[in-house]
């Protein structure tokens, strides 16, 4: 049985750091992308970044050049660093797992990841 649980979140406050992990477990995610998401109530869930099959990392223009993702293969597990977070980086961050192995980028679209983890809560303080 597949599984992601991510971790890692909390409350912090503006201009502060915080980082997020996904295990995963079930079977291994080297070979496919893995992307994060948010979610903040009553919005629409959006790509926040993601790393291909290749190690290339993609990243949504509003968290360029404050947040980084990883991967660590041999844990199978999905990092993301936050840095010089906002208050508009509130919201629950979910990772997912490409439903594509042959995809050779990152697709920014909820409907191509297969799995989903539960979600873990950022709330940033101004």
């Known amino acids: 049985q597949v599984r992601l649980v991510e971790s890692g979140g909390g409350l912090v406050k503006a201009g502060g750091s915080l980082g997020l992990s996904c295990s995963a477990s079930g079977r291994s995610f080297s070979n496919v992308a893995m992307a994060w998401f948010r979610q903040d109530s009553g919005q629409a869930r959006e790509f926040v970044a993601g790393?291909?099959?290749?190690?290339?990392?993609y990243y949504a223009e509003s968290v360029q050049g404050r947040f980084t993702v990883g991967r660590d293969n041999a844990r199978n597990t999905l990092y993301l660093q936050m840095n010089n977070v906002e208050p508009l980086d509130t919201a629950g961050y979910y990772c997912a797992v490409d439903r594509n192995p042959y995809r050779l980028g990152v697709s920014r679209r909820t409907g191509d990841y297969e799995y989903w983890g539960q979600g873990t809560q950022v709330t940033v303080s101004s």
């Open positions: 790393i291909s099959r290749s190690g290339e990392s």
